[in-house]
């Protein structure tokens, strides 16, 4: 019984550290410096349109989904390394963590407030996309499903920000965070190249599994397959899904166990 | 007896050296008892393990050794923080907020239905006498607004207990008293206040309790009028009569036609001084105890421990 209304409790604290967090990037200008630069990206990808051949709409649709991407990760990074770490740094956690709330909701709320920015801003994107393609009578639903993706990706880089931030410095966790995000979209191709070169099949299977425990971007990326129109797997959605989930949870699970017993000093 | 609203004990807490190199020993074996009434300071110079102390209490940083229980619970469970406040040293605070917005704010970690903590953060903004100010982002805040807008999350949940930390540093004197009488009123209101302070003065003039911090150990605790009673430093005598005796002429301080006021050292001097007067046919006028001052106290307590630390 009690336990239950703890757990509703924790869910609120949680609300309160996202909505803040929320606030705290709504009011921050880099925010809008990344927007308008994406927005830039948007407008570029028209005026290229113009001046190449070949499809006006899936050049735009390509370039757009491309652009919202980038600096949505950008964004995701460079928010995200600092979400902890500046709080330490300002002292402004103090505070919070003096309040009776165990120190892992502080993370988690954290993230969603972080994820839930992203949100507005990716949504916010994929609008102005959606109404320039429609401008150019390329109109599709596939943007949104593209955006739920480049959501997922945003989910894994974020929680790989927040995790470096709990432990390191804002630079260390952008340099990390940064290698994670390149890694993550190349290691798809790690096991093909580089397994042929082991010749011990121990070392080979220590190898494919240490493969996986890197992140595995190309998982969610399909903006490729919806700009060519491939047909897409079936089942290719849920294991997105489910892979985007579990990479999530012990990336959270892991900051704020580190987090936990941190001299905040 | 009442449960003490926070006890420590054995309290031990190193800190790496400066580029790492050895370690500093930030509290040295701290033990304290705050009981559960009236205001408690903890007194100290810079650097003797105030806000070490203050960190470990509300869980910011872990003791190598001892423990700390608020009203009797361990405060490594986050429960035991649910009735107390806290304002960190100089605090920081979002200063993308307004006043109100960083109350409400706190107040909603706590377990308040949201219209009271409405209520709560209109009517504890007045308190703190920031009423008007309340729309006005942090960052526009001067530093005695921000002390005052910390106190004001710290009371959002209605503590039985307030954790303070220089409370009154870096405010001018109308800022000082301010916060002076805040924490008295608080007191009336039935609160246990544990402040730290490097400034004697107010915690003089406000304090029921002190425990006295010198290079991470406690020197001196106790009730303040004990602290302050436990040793009268000199008597002043002052009589009327024409002739001063010889044997305290040595120990005059000021003598005026037939006014004389001397100064002895001990309660021994004092009756063998008024002896003398009465056979003298002098007019004894007053006979003033002088106690040490914190202020006194406090020096002493600081010798020691810089002796204790050459040890
Ligand atoms: N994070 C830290 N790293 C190294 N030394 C520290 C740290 N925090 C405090 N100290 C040292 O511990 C001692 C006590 O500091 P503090 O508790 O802040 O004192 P006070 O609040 O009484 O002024 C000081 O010598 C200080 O230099
Ligand atoms: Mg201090």
Redesign the interface.
């Known amino acids: 019984m009690t336990n239950k209304i703890d757990w509703l409790f924790f869910i609120k604290q949680i609300t309160s550290i996202s909505k803040n967090t929320y606030k705290e990037s709504i009011r921050s200008k880099i925010f809008y410096i990344l927007m308008a630069f994406a927005v830039l990206i948007l407008g570029f990808a028209v005026i290229l349109s113009f001046l190449t051949i070949g499809s006006q709409k899936r050049i735009i649709l390509d370039l757009g989904l491309a652009g919202i991407s980038f600096f949505s990760v950008m964004t995701s990074i460079f928010v995200g390394i600092g979400l902890i770490y500046v709080e330490i740094e300002k002292k402004t956690i103090y505070n919070v963590l003096s309040k009776p709330m165990p120190r892992s909701l502080f993370i988690i709320g954290r993230y969603f407030g972080m994820m839930a920015v992203l949100g507005t801003n990716l949504l916010a994107m994929l609008l102005i996309l959606t109404v320039l393609l429609a401008i150019f009578k390329g109109f599709t639903l596939m943007v949104f499903y593209a955006g739920f993706f480049i959501y997922m990706e945003l989910a894994v880089i974020t929680a790989i920000a927040i995790f470096f931030s709990s432990v390191a410095s804002p630079v260390l966790s952008a340099i990390c965070t940064l290698a994670f995000y390149l890694i993550g979209h190349t290691s798809s191709t790690f096991p093909e190249i580089l397994v042929p070169l082991l010749h011990n099949q121990f070392e080979k299977k220590v190898a494919i599994a240490l493969f996986h425990l890197l992140p595995d971007l190309s998982m969610l990326n399909v903006c490729n397959l919806i700009t060519y129109e491939i047909p897409i797997a079936q089942g290719f959605t849920i294991r997105a899904i489910i892979y985007t989930f579990s990479y999530v949870l012990v990336l959270l699970v892991a900051a704020c166990l580190i987090f936990r017993k941190r001299d905040l000093v | 007896m009442k449960e003490a609203a926070i006890s420590i004990r054995n309290l031990k807490k190193s800190?790496k050296g400066h580029l790492s190199i050895g370690r500093i020993e930030a509290l040295r074996g701290v033990d304290l008892n705050v009981p559960s009434s009236g205001i408690y300071g903890f007194i100290g110079p810079n650097g003797a393990g105030k806000t070490t102390t203050l960190?470990i209490i509300?869980?910011?940083?872990?003791p190598d050794e001892g423990e700390v229980k608020i009203f009797g619970k361990p405060n490594s469970e986050?429960?035991?923080?649910?009735n107390?406040g806290?304002l960190?040293e100089s605090?920081?605070?979002?200063d993308?907020?307004t006043g109100e917005?960083l109350v409400f704010?706190?107040g909603?970690?706590?377990?308040i239905p949201k219209k009271e903590l409405k209520e709560r953060t209109v009517s504890l903004l007045e308190l703190v006498g920031l009423k008007g100010k309340e729309k006005l982002p942090l960052r526009k805040y001067s530093k005695g607004m921000l002390q005052r807008v910390?106190l004001a999350?710290a009371l959002i949940s209605d503590p039985e207990l307030l954790i303070l930390d220089e409370p009154m540093s870096g405010l001018d004197p109308i800022g000082r008293r301010e916060i002076r009488d805040l924490i008295l009123k608080l007191k009336k209101e039935g609160k246990t206040i544990f402040f730290s302070s490097h400034i004697l003065a107010d915690a003089e003039m406000i304090c029921d309790e002190v425990g006295i911090i010198v290079k991470g150990k406690i020197v001196e605790r106790g009730k303040l009028e004990t602290l302050l009673g436990k040793e009268v430093r000199f008597w002043d005598i002052s009589f009327r009569g024409a002739q001063v005796p010889l044997e305290l002429s040595q120990k005059t301080v000021v003598s005026h036609e037939d006014l004389t006021m001397i100064r002895v050292d001990s309660e021994e001097e004092v009756e063998t001084a008024l002896l003398l007067l009465q056979s003298n046919k002098s007019k004894i006028l007053s006979v003033i105890p002088h106690k040490a001052s914190l202020e006194e106290i406090f020096l002493s307590s600081v010798e020691e421990g810089k002796n204790d630390k050459q040890n």
């Open positions: 800190f960190k509300t869980g910011l940083i872990f986050f429960t035991a923080r649910s107390i806290f960190p605090p920081y605070f979002y993308y907020l917005e704010f706190f909603s970690l706590f377990k910390g999350q």
